[in-house]
C-alpha cells in the first residue's frame, strides 16, 4: 500500500523522509517521490522503481529545507510511471500532495476544473488542483476538501504560502502524527516514524492537522480545534531489524514461539486453566451466531476459527470474505456477535465490513496486530494479536497469532457457557510454544524438499477437517513468494475435478493427523492420486507418515499434538517449504511483487 512520511522543523528533512520511506518498503510500492520547501520555493523530485531510483535522481538534483513530504506509491489509477509518482502538484507549483487511497469522485472533479491542464491520469493528481481552486487560507483550503472528495484518503499536503506548515487529513486510511521537540512528522504508520519518536496522535476520519516546527494542532470535521489523545508506543521492535535473519520473513517464522507464549500470557490463566480474554458486555449464552469476516491469509484463520467456535463453543459461525460480504450485506441475527480479523486493522474491506456490521447492531470484536488502527477503534472489544510488527508482507506469525487467539476466543465462550473444553487441550496449549521451538529446529529437511518442489509449474495443496483452512494458507504463502501456482482443496474434493489436472508432474502437498479420525479418508486420497503417478510430499505426525510411507515420495514429520493444535503444527513446515522454495526461485522474500502489506484500497 502507499507510505506517506513528512517531516517539519529537521535541517536533514529531505533525507530523514526517505529513510522513513524506506521503512515503509515492506507495504508495497512501484514508484517513490519527495518535495521540499526551501528558499528556492516548493520543489519536487520523483522517480519509478525502488527508493534507490529515487535517491539517484537526489543526487543528480540536490532538494534541500526543513520541511519535506515523501511518498512510496502502491499504483491503483494508472502506470507505475515517474509522471505518476507523488507528489502531485497544481500548475502553479503552490500546493504538493500525497496520497494514500481512491479518490471515487475524480473523474467529476476534474470536469469541474475545466481550465487545469492534467499532467496525468492518476485521481490523486486532481487534489492539488482543487485546493489551488479553493478560496481562503491555506488552512480554509485544506478544510473545503472534506465536502469536496468523495473515497477513501489519508493526505500529507504542504503549500508554498505557508513554507513552515505540513497539513493532514484522512478518511478511511490510516494517517498518524508524531510528537517531536522543535519538529513534528506525519506518517502512515508510527512504524516510519520510529527512530525519531515514540509519542503519537491517531488522526479522526476528517481531521484536519496542521503541523509545524513549534507544534500540533487538530481540527475536527466542523473546523473546530479538537484534543485528540496522545498515545505513547514501544516502537523498539520496529527498530530492531532482521536481527541476523536473511529476511523479515525467516525472522517472524522463528518468532512464533515467542509469538504464541505472549498470548498464554497474555490471555490464559495456567493456573486455573482457564483463558482469560477482556470482559465482553453482552452473555455468550444468549448469542445466535458468530460471524467471521477478514481477507486473504486471517481469512483462512477465520475458517480455522469456524472449526475451535463450534466445536468447543456450540455457536454456528459463518466466515466470509470481507470484500464479498461488505456488499453481499447478509441479514445478521439480533445479539450476534461480528469478530474483525485484521493483522493491520486497514484492510478497506475488512472495515467497511465492520462497519457494516455496527449498522446492523452485532456486537464487534476485533481481533488485530494493530491495537490503534481504525478497526480497533470501531469496536466494542479489541483482542490484540501482541505479535509485534510483521515486516514481511507474506503473513506468519500473524496467522499463528490469529489461529492461537481464535482458540481462546473459543475456550472463553464455552467457559462463559459453563461448557468443559475438552480434555487434554489446556496442557497442549501450554506446551505448545516449546513444540513449535523443537519444530522450528529441524528445517533441513525442508530445505531438501523445497529443491525438488521448486521445480514445479503448479501444485495441489490438500487437507481435511482443520487441516483443509491449513492447506489453503500453505498454497496461499507459495504463491505469494515464490510465485508457484498452487490451489488447495479440501481432500475429498479431488475426485469432484481437480483429479483431472493429476499427471507425474503435478506434484501434491497432502497435510493429515492422526488425532482427527480422518487419517483412513486421507490416505484413502493419497492412494487416489498416487495411482495418477503424481508426486507427493506427506505432512503430517509419525502415525500419518507410517500409515502413508509406501505413498508418498517425500515426507515432513510434525509433532504428535491434540486434534485442535493440528493447525498450529502443520503450518509450520508450509511457512518454511514456501521460504525456502522462494529462495530456490530468487524472489524478493519480504516484497514479493504486486503485493501490499496493508490494502487500504478495495
Ligand atoms: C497474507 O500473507 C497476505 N499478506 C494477505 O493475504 C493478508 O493476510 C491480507 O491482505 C489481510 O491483511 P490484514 O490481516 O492486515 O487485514
Not at 491503483?76 to 510511471?81: C, D, E, K
Not at 531489524?241 to 536473511?246: D, I, M
Not at 496486530?369 to 490503534?372: D, E, G, R
Given at each position: 500500500m502507499c507510505g506517506i512520511v513528512g517531516i517539519v522543523g529537521r535541517d536533514s528533512a529531505v533525507e530523514d523522509v526517505l529513510d522513513g520511506l524506506k521503512r515503509l518498503e515492506y507495504r508495497g510500492y512501484d514508484s517513490a517521490g519527495v518535495a521540499a520547501i526551501s528558499s528556492n520555493g516548493l520543489e519536487r523530485r520523483r522517480a519509478a522503481g525502488k527508493i534507490a531510483n529515487l535517491e539517484a535522481e537526489l543526487n543528480n538534483q540536490a532538494l534541500s529545507g526543513n520541511i519535506a513530504l515523501g511518498h512510496t506509491r502502491w499504483a491503483?489509477?494508472?502506470?507505475?510511471?515517474t509522471d505518476n509518482a507523488h507528489p502531485h502538484t497544481d500548475m502553479a507549483n503552490t500546493w504538493a500532495v500525497v496520497h494514500n487511497g481512491i479518490i471515487e469522485n475524480y473523474a467529476e472533479l476534474r470536469s469541474q476544473l475545466s481550465n487545469v491542464t492534467f499532467a496525468t491520469e492518476t485521481d490523486s493528481e486532481t487534489i492539488p488542483h482543487v485546493l489551488a481552486s479553493n478560496t481562503g487560507t491555506p488552512l480554509q483550503a485544506v478544510q473545503s476538501l472534506q465536502g469536496q472528495l468523495t473515497g477513501a484518503f489519508a493526505l500529507g499536503m504542504m503549500c508554498a504560502k505557508t513554507p513552515n506548515t505540513l497539513y493532514a487529513t484522512r478518511r478511511g486510511a490510516p494517517l498518524v502524527v508524531g510528537l517531536g521537540d522543535g519538529e513534528n512528522y506525519l506518517g502512515s504508520d508510527p512504524m516510519a516514524l520510529a527512530p525519531y519518536t515514540n509519542t503519537f496522535i491517531f488522526l479522526e476520519d476528517d481531521d484536519v492537522a496542521v503541523l509545524t516546527a513549534e507544534g500540533v494542532t487538530v481540527y475536527d470535521s466542523q473546523g473546530v480545534e479538537a484534543l485528540r489523545p496522545v498515545k505513547t508506543l514501544d516502537v523498539s521492535s520496529v527498530l530492531a531489524?532482521?536481527?541476523?535473519?536473511?529476511h523479515f520473513m525467516l525472522k517472524e517464522i522463528h518468532e512464533q514461539p515467542a509469538v504464541v507464549a505472549r498470548l498464554l500470557e497474555q490471555y490464559w490463566d495456567s493456573t486455573s486453566q482457564k483463558s482469560q480474554l477482556p470482559q465482553v458486555s453482552w452473555d455468550w449464552a444468549t448469542v445466535p451466531q458468530i460471524t467471521l469476516v477478514a481477507c486473504g491469509t486471517a481469512y483462512l484463520a477465520a475458517l480455522v476459527g469456524k472449526y475451535y467456535i463450534e466445536q468447543l463453543a456450540g455457536i454456528p459461525v459463518q466466515v466470509d470474505v470481507a470484500s464479498e460480504f461488505r456488499y453481499r450485506q447478509p441479514p445478521l441475527q439480533k445479539g450476534g456477535v461480528f469478530v474483525a480479523i485484521s493483522q493491520s486493522g486497514e484492510t478497506a474491506d475488512t472495515l467497511a465490513a465492520l462497519e457494516y456490521a455496527k449498522e446492523q447492531g452485532q456486537h464487534v470484536i476485533t481481533m488485530t496486530?494493530?491495537?490503534?488502527s481504525s478497526m480497533a477503534r470501531l469496536s466494542d472489544v479489541v483482542l490484540d494479536l501482541t505479535a509485534g510488527p510483521e515486516i514481511a508482507v507474506a503473513s506468519t506469525k500473524a496467522f499463528t497469532a490469529m489461529t492461537v487467539s481464535l482458540l481462546l476466543l473459543a475456550a472463553d465462550i464455552a467457559q462463559a457457557k459453563g461448557i468443559t473444553v475438552n480434555s487434554g487441550l489446556p496442557q497442549a496449549l501450554q506446551s505448545l510454544p516449546q513444540v513449535l521451538t523443537q519444530q522450528l529446529s529441524q528445517d533441513r529437511d525442508i530445505q531438501a524438499v523445497a529443491k525438488q518442489i521448486a521445480q514445479a509449474d503448479s501444485l495441489f495443496y490438500l487437507g481435511r477437517g482443520l487441516l483443509a483452512p491449513i492447506a489453503q494458507e500453505g498454497a496461499l504463502k507459495l504463491k505469494e513468494i515464490s510465485y508457484i501456482h498452487a490451489e488447495a482443496y479440501?481432500?475429498?474434493?479431488?475426485?469432484?475435478?481437480?483429479?483431472?489436472?493429476?499427471?507425474?508432474e503435478f506434484p501434491v502437498v497432502m497435510l493429515a493427523t492422526s488425532s482427527d479420525g480422518l487419517l483412513d479418508k486421507s490416505i484413502s486420497n493419497l492412494q487416489e492420486v498416487a495411482a495418477r503417478r503424481a508426486p507427493i510430499l506427506l505432512i503430517g505426525d509419525t502415525a500419518t507418515l507410517d500409515a502413508g510411507n509406501d505413498l508418498c515420495d517425500w515426507q515432513l514429520q510434525v509433532p504428535n499434538t491434540h486434534a485442535m493444535l493440528a493447525p498450529l503444527v502443520t503450518t509450520i513446515p508450509l511457512q518454511l517449504l514456501a521460504y525456502y522454495v522462494a529462495l530456490e526461485k530468487g524472489t524478493d522474500v519480504d516484497q514479493p511483487r504486486n503485493l501490499a502489506k496493508s490494502v487500504t484500497v478495495e
Open positions: 491503483t489509477h494508472g502506470a507505475p510511471t531489524g532482521k536481527e541476523g535473519y536473511r496486530n494493530t491495537a490503534t479440501a481432500a475429498g474434493e479431488m475426485k469432484h475435478g481437480p483429479i483431472a489436472l493429476l499427471d507425474d
